[in-house]
């Protein structure tokens, strides 16, 4: 697995049901919360966050930043990231 996950309870929600009901702490709402982040770049990571109060996934990997309404658009996007970042070593 070349990413860590941060926050497994909501990770774990993310992929079977809705986040709506997830609730930030006051950094949270001002920052997003982290829900996975490469090993090897910690620039590229999965967040949850509120947008015009809805909950949505973004991907960050830098400077750049890209917002996803459902889980597996984002965790699509994030794993090809992932993939980029460290290519699957051939054997």
């Known amino acids: 697995m070349n990413y860590k996950i941060i926050n497994k309870p909501v990770f774990e929600q993310a992929q079977v049901r809705s986040v709506s009901d997830v609730e930030f702490t006051e950094e949270q709402q001002k920052e ?36 996803f309404n459902g889980w597996y658009s984002a965790w699509d996007n994030f794993t090809w990231c992932l993939g980029i970042v460290e290519p699957p070593k051939e054997q």
């Open 32 to 67: 997003g919360m982290k829900l996975a982040v490469s090993k090897v770049d910690p620039t590229l990571a999965l967040y949850l966050i509120d947008s015009e109060g809805k909950k949505k996934f973004e991907v960050r990997w830098d400077d750049s930043s890209e917002l």
